[in-house]
């Protein structure tokens, strides 16, 4: 018979064995946080809503939400650097859509360092000529572009590749914005098919137009590898789903910026961010939010 002593002893090494195995059956992949946030480019007009008036609050929102991966649009390099700057743990990745390098917005993306390890990246533009930086096509009113990058789940490590793209899509011409989905679909099923892919971005288009089907619905009888994040969390659509705000209280009444994964992801949750404060939106889009979890 065990005494006292052993007995704790006993218990004390099973429940150390415990804790210290790296794997139980009722583990799970950790999750990652997504934001997509159109921020509104840095040197418009906007008065009182100018980004220097406002720049803190972007860093607010940002931080009170904590992202794993922050996809970004209409970010000029200053902006760009300003959110460096001013949070913690992130590096940045982006380019100026109108020559590559550092001209115009950046559809500028930044992940978490401890959680993911940069493998690759690039850049390329919506257009007929996609390598070709600064490229325009169809009937775009201005240059658009996407940013991707290819990273190693740290946390995950048996995990395959994370694929990540963000982009924003022209306001204008609508056959433009179903020619760059149809784009987005086809590098996702080129270049990404082994991996765990996410898309961010601002793609002024709302659930159920063309763009949104030539992304998300069957081609040829075959399912679209991508999925609506949020939809998949929310099936039933409701009033004020609406992501722009026009930096007032009463959104638009469609979402037009859209956080999509592909199916080996579980989406965990969903949801538009409508924080503001003392009467004061961050930008003029709502930022977007997903936690994804790996199968």
């Not at 150390?16 to 992949?29: E, G, I, W, Y």
């Not at 993306?109 to 690759?120: C, G, I, Q, S, V």
């Not at 784009?183 to 080129?190: A, F, M, S």
Request: contains cysteine; glycine residues 6%.
């Amino acid at each position: 018979m065990m005494n006292t002593a052993t007995l704790t002893l006993a218990v004390a090494l099973i429940a150390f064995a415990h804790a210290a195995s790296p794997l139980v059956a009722d583990d799970k992949p950790a999750p990652v946080r997504v934001m997509s946030f159109n921020i509104r480019y840095g040197t418009a007009n906007d008065g009182d809503n100018h980004w220097n008036k406002r720049k803190d609050l972007v860093i607010e929102v940002i931080k009170a939400y904590d992202p794993d991966l922050l996809g970004t649009q209409e970010t000029l390099a200053f902006q760009r650097e300003y959110i460096e700057k001013n949070t913690e743990g992130y590096e940045g990745f982006g380019v100026g859509r109108d020559d590559g390098k550092d001209k115009g917005e950046q559809t500028a993306m930044f992940f978490r360092k401890a959680h993911f390890e940069k493998l690759d990246g690039g850049h390329f533009w919506l257009s007929k000529t996609p390598d070709e930086p600064g490229s325009k096509s169809w009937d775009t009113s201005l240059t658009r572009m996407v940013s991707w990058l290819k990273l190693r789940d740290k946390k995950n490590k048996d995990a395959p590749a994370v694929i990540w793209f963000n982009t924003h899509f022209d306001h204008r011409g609508p056959e433009a914005r179903i020619e760059s989905a149809k784009l987005i679909r086809q590098r996702v099923t080129d270049i990404a098919a082994d991996a765990l892919v996410i898309v961010t971005g601002d793609f002024n288009a709302a659930e159920g137009s063309k763009p949104y089907q030539a992304m998300f619905e069957p081609l040829n009888e075959k399912a679209s590898p991508l999925v609506d994040s949020f939809r998949k969390k929310h099936p039933e659509k409701l009033e004020e789903e609406g992501s722009f705000n026009s930096f007032g209280p009463r959104p638009g009444k469609e979402r037009i910026d859209w956080i999509a994964c592909c199916r080996q992801w579980t989406v965990l949750d969903a949801k538009i961010d409508r924080w503001h404060k003392d009467g004061r939106w961050p930008s003029d889009h709502f930022p977007i939010t997903a936690e994804l979890q790996s199968r």
